[in-house]
C-alpha cells in the first residue's frame, strides 16, 4: 500500500513569491495535518483538515492558507514567502477526526527561499 | 503552555543499550508519541503511549509515568542504522484539538562502531 505522498520534493523560491505544496494521504484516511519543521527543531502545527472542512489552525500567519479535496488529498499555500519559511513541510494522515488515531507522515517537501 | 524536552545529543554504541527521555508540561494529558527522524526523511512512527508502563516493539521500548510527565525510549542492541533524531511528541490535551501533535525539538542519536 502507498503512504503518504508529497508533491514537489524540493522546491526553490525567492521572497514574495507563492508555493502550493501537495499531499495524498494514504488510502482511506481522511484526516490530512500540515506541519512545518525547521532545521534543528520539531515539527509544528500549521492545519488539521477533515472531510473537507478546516478542523484546526496553529499560530501561522494569514500567508498561510490549505484546503482539502473530495478525494481527501490536501494543498497548502503560502504567499508572499518570506526567508524564514525555508524548511521542510511535513504532510501527515491519520483515519478520523477523533483525535486517537496515529499520525503518518509522508516524505515532505523541502523549501528553500532565496 | 505546552512544553517538552528531550536531550539535543547522545552517542552510544553499536550493540549497545541507550534510553532517550522525554519530559513534558502539559495542562493534561491525551497520549504520547515517538518517532525517528533519519537526516531530510520524514518522522517515522515508533510507539504510542497512553497509560503507564511499559510497551515493548521488537528493539524498541517506550514508558510513560504520567504523574511524572516523563517518557523513555529504550533501544537495545544497537545497530549503525539506528543513528538518527527522535522525536517525543504529544497529543494537545484539550479534547477538540487532539489531533494537533506538539512535538519536542528531537534527540540526535548517533551509534559509533
Known amino acids: 500500500d502507498a503512504g503518504v505522498t508529497q508533491s514537489p520534493t524540493h522546491l526553490i523560491k525567492t521572497r514574495g513569491q507563492q508555493v502550493t505544496l501537495r499531499c495524498s494521504p494514504i488510502s482511506g484516511h481522511k484526516s490530512v495535518s500540515w506541519y512545518q519543521q525547521v532545521l534543528g527543531q520539531g515539527p509544528q502545527f500549521i492545519f488539521q483538515?477533515?472531510?473537507?472542512?478546516?478542523?484546526g489552525r496553529g499560530n501561522f500567519p494569514d500567508r498561510f492558507s490549505a484546503r482539502q479535496f473530495p478525494n481527501y488529498s490536501s494543498e497548502l499555500n503560502v504567499n508572499a514567502l518570506l526567508l524564514g519559511d525555508s524548511a521542510l513541510y511535513l504532510c501527515?494522515?491519520?483515519?478520523?477526526?477523533?483525535?486517537?488515531?496515529?499520525?503518518?507522515f509522508g516524505p515532505g517537501t523541502r523549501l528553500l527561499v532565496l | 503552555g505546552q512544553n517538552i524536552d528531550q536531550p539535543t545529543e547522545m552517542t552510544a554504541t553499536e550493540g549497545a543499550i541507550v534510553q532517550i527521555n522525554c519530559t513534558y508540561q502539559t495542562s493534561g494529558f491525551n497520549g504520547l508519541f515517538w518517532y525517528q527522524q533519519h537526516a531530510g526523511e520524514a518522522p517515522t512512527f515508533l510507539s504510542y503511549?497512553?497509560?503507564?508502563g511499559l510497551e515493548e516493539k521488537g528493539r524498541f521500548s517506550s514508558f510513560l509515568s504520567r504523574s511524572k510527565g516523563y517518557s523513555y525510549l529504550l533501544l537495545k542492541e544497537l545497530q549503525m542504522k539506528d543513528s538518527a533524531s527522535y522525536l517525543c511528541?504529544?497529543?494537545?490535551?484539550?479534547?477538540?484539538?487532539?489531533?494537533?501533535?506538539?512535538f519536542g525539538s528531537g534527540t540526535r542519536l548517533l551509534v559509533r562502531p
Open positions: 483538515y477533515y472531510e473537507k472542512e478546516e478542523r
Open positions: 511528541a504529544v497529543r494537545d490535551p484539550r479534547m477538540d484539538s487532539s489531533y494537533k501533535l506538539i
Open positions: 503511549n497512553v497509560l503507564d
Open positions: 501527515a494522515s491519520s483515519l478520523g477526526n477523533w483525535g486517537l488515531e496515529t499520525q503518518y
